[in-house]
């Protein structure tokens, strides 16, 4: 039955579309600017919020990134936790500071054939099997604790191990993303990974302090080894990622062949001298206990908020990374991000108002997420798969030698003269090595994103 009218009777056809309400074109002009508006604001917030596309497109790398944010607060947590306990047993600073030397050694050593069998074998077994063994070690250091086994050499071993692990996942997860991402969302999931190591940076340590302190060492590491599993179920679930070898390439990757390589890529050589020149020029990390009482006449509480700072600066990086996707000059981009480096920690060595000297520290935090961004990107994308794991091997080498060089390096210069003058002649020194290397290799600041050329 068709609708009546007052009288009861049914209006005509003509007359029922009359009065029909219908849309009016007011009501279509409504929803369309609503629309319209809904993504524009979508749109903005992409461009500044972290682009999330990664995690929505590929299940694969959702898993990874979950699992690895998830693995990498355990690691961190148990990093602080060896530390405290070898000053428990020995109350030797020194010692403390040997646990770093344990782990550096091994990373170096390990990181460029980690990257050479990366490139051979399997990597998603690569990378479950040497997670595997990172749980195994944290299971180790747990029952030790438990059962009251406390010795340093059993610590400083384990610490070594787990730098092995790691120099076997880390050429293997990185060499794994380019496979289960197009390469317009490199810089995204690269900007994501970002979050990943600065939270672990600073959630891990201080729930590791509140778990050890509440429950002694042995619940950090059991913490640790079942954080582990998230990890491992990522791996696991991943397909197959046998490295794309070229007709007639040699069974077993070698590190030389990577080297050189290397040396035939200017691009990519770049973005290693780009980082060493910020991170040996401008460290200025190991003169924050003495700068906290010289120049801010603070305490141990001081110079945790200038650890804290450039790690903080870094973390909103990654937050307020969406625009980021939308850079296609990825040369210029670090040129510019390691300038801001150089210049912030510059800057940061004139100052004597502690605020504001965390300011500028933050600045060069967000300034080295910027440039680590680009830099994995370019590395990702204008290497051949067969190569990536090789050369991640030589970025994890940099990575962590750098800093440690720069730390010796500003140390040496504040002895000689002072911390004023290691820091800001250090930020000065990178802003002027880094121009050199731009005049030198020109192309690189045009190296477009939509062609990568290594």
């Excluded at 990373?107 to 099997?129: C, E, M, S």
């Excluded at 900007?191 to 891990?204: E, I, R, Y």
């Excluded at 991943?238 to 035939?264: C, H, N, Y």
Aim: hydrophobic letters at 50%; a positive charge; one cysteine or more.
């Amino acid at each position: 039955m068709g609708p009546r009218g007052r009288t009861g009777r049914l209006l005509p056809l003509r007359e029922r579309r009359k009065n029909s309400p219908g849309p009016t074109p007011g009501r279509w002009l409504s929803s369309g600017v609503t629309r319209t508006t809904e993504a524009t604001r979508t749109r903005a917030l992409s461009r500044i919020f972290a682009d999330l596309t990664p995690l929505s497109t590929s299940p694969d790398y959702r898993r990874l990134w979950i699992g690895g944010t998830i693995s990498w607060i355990g690691q961190a947590m148990t990093a602080l936790a060896i530390s405290l306990q070898v000053y428990d047993i020995t109350g030797s600073s020194f010692s403390v500071g040997l646990v770093g030397l344990f782990s550096l050694v091994p990373l170096v050593a390990f990181g460029l054939y980690g990257g050479a069998i990366a490139d051979t074998v399997d990597r998603r077994k690569l990378g479950l099997y040497a997670s595997l063994g990172a749980a195994a070690l944290s299971v180790a250091l747990a029952t030790a604790a438990l059962f009251g086994y406390h010795h340093v050499w059993f610590l400083y071993a384990v610490v070594s191990l787990q730098a092995v692990c790691g120099a076997l996942t880390g050429p293997a997860r990185s060499a794994m993303i380019p496979r289960l991402l197009p390469p317009e969302q490199l810089p995204a999931a690269n900007a994501l990974n970002s979050v990943t190591m600065t939270s672990g940076f600073m959630a891990g340590p201080m729930l590791g302090g509140l778990i050890v302190g509440w429950w002694g060492f042995q619940a950090a590491y059991l913490v640790d080894a079942v954080t582990f599993c998230a990890a491992l179920y990522a791996m696991w679930r991943l397909p197959s990622m046998k490295p794309d070898r070229a007709e007639g390439a040699r069974g077993r990757a070698s590190v030389i062949d990577g080297l050189r390589f290397l040396g035939t890529r200017p691009n990519i050589r770049m973005t290693f001298f780009s980082d060493l020149a910020a991170m040996v020029l401008a460290q200025p990390k190991a003169l924050f206990p003495a700068i906290a009482v010289l120049w801010y006449g603070g305490d141990a509480k001081t110079v945790g908020l200038l650890v804290a700072a450039p790690a903080v600066g870094a973390l909103l990086g990654g937050v307020f990374s969406g625009w980021q996707s939308h850079i296609r000059r990825h040369g210029l981009a670090i040129l510019l991000a390691v300038a801001a480096w150089g210049l912030a920690i510059a800057v940061f060595g004139l100052t004597r108002n502690l605020w504001l000297g965390l300011f500028f520290l933050a600045l060069a935090g967000w300034a080295d997420t910027i440039s680590m961004v680009f830099r994995s990107t370019m590395m990702q994308a204008a290497t051949p798969d067969d190569m990536r794991g090789r050369l991640q091997g030589v970025f994890i080498v940099v990575v962590a030698g750098g800093p440690r060089l720069g730390d010796f390096l500003a140390g040496t210069v504040a002895d000689l003269t002072s911390p004023a003058v290691a820091i800001t002649g250090g930020g000065l020194c990178c802003v002027l090595v880094l121009g050199l290397l731009a005049l030198r290799w020109r192309k690189f600041a045009h190296y477009d994103a939509r062609s990568p050329q290594a």
